[in-house]
């Protein structure tokens, strides 16, 4: 349990880390377009921020549940990744575990860190 809280805090650090720079990479993108109207302007940049961050967050979450621990192989005959890396397995509960405490903190890492900004920076 401790080992998947703290992968999750991980994961949450480097999530908020990439959150600014794609909002970077978003406003580029945005002001490379040239949007004719400032309407336009936010629109597209409001589209590539959802689309950005939804990927930022929830990547993680899509991989715990649908892929991590599918392709493990059987007692005494593992799958190996490029024929060395052996895949990662879940926990023998399964991972729901795990799924549930990286949606946790993740949740609850992004209210608090928005609530601290607001005190912070008013």
């Known amino acids: 349990m401790a080992t998947s809280v703290t992968a999750s805090l991980i994961s949450f650090v480097v999530i908020m880390i990439l959150n600014i720079l794609y909002e970077r990479v ?4 945005t002001d490379f377009e040239l949007p004719r109207t400032k309407t336009d302007y936010e629109n597209s940049l409001t589209l590539k921020m959802f689309l950005f961050q939804f990927v930022n967050y929830y990547s993680s979450c899509f991989y715990i549940a649908f892929a991590k621990g599918k392709a493990v192989g059987f007692p005494g005959q593992p ?3 490029l ?3 052996r895949n990662e397995e879940c926990d023998p509960g399964g991972c729901l575990i795990e799924l549930t ?5 993740i949740m609850g ?3 608090i860190w928005n609530n601290i900004q607001e005190v912070l920076l008013p």
């Open 26 to 29: 978003a406003i580029w993108i």
């Open 109 to 111: 890492g992004k209210a």
């Open 101 to 105: 405490t990286q949606l946790s903190i």
């Open 83 to 85: 024929g060395k890396y």
């Open 79 to 81: 799958v190996y990744l």
